[in-house]
């Protein structure tokens, strides 16, 4: 009885080892895929399916994960490749290509070697490329080599399941002697450029300044013009401000003189009034143009001072 019951609890105990065993081999058949991947699963041999992001499981002994790929955008920089150009120029160039996987099954089934693939088919397309273009079209057209090499790694990389998105020329290394010409050249084209800037730099400089003098000498002229002109029109002013002066005094005096007559030939006035009076006209009849004039003999007479003053006073008339 005692050596049954170790036989037993032997066999409970192999039993509980090959089923701990069988547990952990089934846990090991379970596979989470993260979100970025996708898992290229083989069943006996042959492709079976893709599993996206989630939880699966393997069947024991028929199923496995053959390839595992990556969906994100991935970055290859390949190392410089040897080029020659149309004019027999060799130099280095060395590109990075952007791509990403669009087809996991022809990734993983479409060619041997995905990576090597596109570094091979890049190189022999930019020795194409180059091989149309000389060295200065080579050196100043980097986007034109882009989007050709672009355009034809996608179209060839389409059966692999691969998105070719970019392709950048990263460095163009051409030989040192030429790279030592171009510098000469470029420094012989900056010396040019700064002769010809203090050129410009000096024409403009001396066209300014005989502008400036130009502009001087007008408003010099300008200012002497109007100096004259102000001058000749206060010099005219004045003039005409003389004569009116004269004009005013000699009418004024003619009123004066008038109204002087006027009285003294209506107006009463005593014996030394018209005395006096009578020598003033005398006076005026020398210098006036009147046509008759009458003297009298004694000017004291009152009468005949009288006469006189009525005669001249026609005579005016």
Known sequence: MFLLSAGFISLIVILSIIGIIILIYLITRIRIVRQTNKYVVERLGAFHAIWSVGVHFLAPFIDRVSYVVTMKEQVKDFDPQPVITKDNVTMQIDTVVFFQVTDPKLYAYGVENPILAIENLSATTLRNIIGELDLDET???????????????????????????????????????????????????????????????????????????????????DADKQSKILAAEAQAESIRKVKEAEAEGIRMVREAE????????????????????????????????????????????????????????????
């Open 258 to 317: 008038a109204d002087g007559l006027k009285a003294l030939a209506d107006a009463k006035a005593t014996p030394e009034v018209l005395t006096l009076r009578s020598y003033e006209a005398v006076k005026d009849l020398a210098n006036g143009q009147s046509t008759k004039i009458v003297v009298p003999s004694d000017l004291q007479n009152l009468a005949t001072l009288a006469t006189t003053v009525k005669n001249i006073t026609e005579g005016k008339k």
């Open 139 to 221: 050196l100043t057209s980097r986007d034109i080599i882009n989007t050709k090499m672009r355009s034809i790694l996608d179209e060839a990389t389409d059966p692999w399941g691969i998105k070719v998105n970019r392709v950048e020329v990263k460095n163009i290394l051409p030989p040192k002697d030429i790279r030592e010409s171009m510098e000469r050249q470029m420094r012989a084209e900056r010396e040019r450029r700064e002769k010809i800037l203090l050129a410009e730099g000096e024409k403009k400089s001396q066209i300014l300044l005989a502008e400036g003098q130009k502009e001087s000498q007008i408003l010099r002229a």
